[in-house]
């Protein structure tokens, strides 16, 4: 049984009072999520009784470090069905993952009238490398439209998956339209054309099951803050043979297994892609974070935030002037960007954050997408593990408040 | 609790802006957007032949604070001298808009005064409006 209130006690910033007398109404999970106590505490822990650095000392408490650390590993891989632990690879963030893949593969693997396919839908992090990529090689970058609905085109991918895509690189799960994409059919594509397929996970990861195996991508990457999770530590996962042939990304100490005055010889993944002290504190909060999510099964985390979602699409879809952006139903995640008329998204936000509750205003980190819309900025509520029925007739009776402020009729 | 920074005057400068529009031949444009949010605003100055402000027009898309404030900045730089232009103090622009702001707000407040003074101090455009509906 999904206890939300037993939950909620899990969050100690859930009993912040944001104004004297205003409680948090915490509607901006898909920005940055809050954090449980064990998080907290599993990285407090770390710091009060066993901090060292890691794989160097032979030290009582550098051995203790180094083995939460690889734990911390262990438990991600089993969290996303990786083969193998190595195959896990921490970085900095989801945007360190997408820039290792065109760094270290895209540099030695794209050339001169390639091509790279993206998606209309992709947050700025799964544009800009293969931008700054396909500028230096000569590469061209090719979009998938979406429908209006927010949803892919797929009928179109025969259009844009040709014998010169190299890479087909898409979200799971929009930030903006919500939209949840069909990713083992989309890899199956770019694999049937030769090309690898690399998943933007930042948003499906703290939300669903996540399984690389029965996705069979090629590369994946996603966010510890969006799931429980510190932030400053993200994950890529990569097929061990892409792994193993790439050159490093970052390099100096940690990474290599023997240098000379004349050169290096890698290190053995994962530590090849790991360079310098790493982030030790954020990798046992992660792994918390993985023990966290895992205690409430992410069936069940999937399923209590579509019915919130499905609550929410309902009673905001009264509200005179709203436009809810992207699909209904089973194409959705947890959230709903909107605008509504004669209200900038700004003011939306101002007017509920004096009411307590924070959501997101702008364009997301998706500017193509929002130009693609028409839009110049969105409003986004955006729902996790602790959000309430109740938070949801909070948002709509403040949206309301917010169109009685500007005397919208 | 209330909003207050929305009092009145912000809301109908929201509704009804002043001077919004374009100039034919401007002595100068700029236009600029607040990349965080999406706001952006565009102001045409036209000089008389004592370098006065003659003419002043903008047009935008944005939150009620930053539209409300080009409204209030075009108002109060008409027969201003291009000098004055350039040095018009941005506390001057939070007094006319008169409400308390948060750090994030003052830079929607501040948008239209950037735009400007970077079209005063004569730095080229760097791009076409980006239209909305």
Known sequence: MYDVERIRDDFPILKTEVYPGVPLVYLDSAASSQKPLTVIRAMDDYYEHYHANVHRGVHRLSELATTEYEAAREKIARFVNAPEIEQIIYVGNATEGFNLVAYAWGRANIGSGDEILLTELEHHANIVPWQILAEEKGATLRYLPILDDGTLAIERLGEFLTERTKLFSFTAASNVAGTITPVRELVDAAHSVGALAMVDAAQLAPHMPVDVQAMDCDFLAFSSHKMCGPTGIGILYGKRHLLETMPPFMSGGDMIRRVTFDGFVPNDLPWKFEAGTPRIAEAVGLGAAIDYLSSLGMDAVHEHERAVTDYAFEALSDIPGIRIIGPLGSQRGGLISFTLAGLHPHDIAEILDKKGIAIRAGHHCAMPLHQRLGLSATARASFYVHTTFEEIDQLTAALHHARSVFKLK | ?133
């Open chain 2, 1 to 133: 609790m209330d909003a207050n920074i929305y009092r009145e005057q912000i809301i109908d400068l929201y509704e009804n802006p002043l001077n919004y529009g374009e100039i034919e031949n401007p002595d100068f444009t700029y236009e600029e957007d607040n990349p965080l949010c999406g706001d952006v605003i565009r102001i045409d100055v036209r000089l008389d032949d004592q370098n006065r402000v003659a003419e002043v027009a903008w047009r935008g898309d944005g939150c009620a604070i930053s539209q409300a404030s080009a409204s209030l900045l075009t108002e109060e730089i008409k027969v201003k001298t291009l000098d004055e232009v350039k040095a018009f103090p941005s506390e001057k622009l939070l007094e006319l808009i008169g409400v308390p702001l948060s750090m994030a707000r003052v830079k929607c407040a501040l948008l239209s005064l950037k735009v400007l003074k970077a079209g005063a101090y004569g730095i080229p455009d760097p791009g076409t409006m980006r239209t909305h509906e």
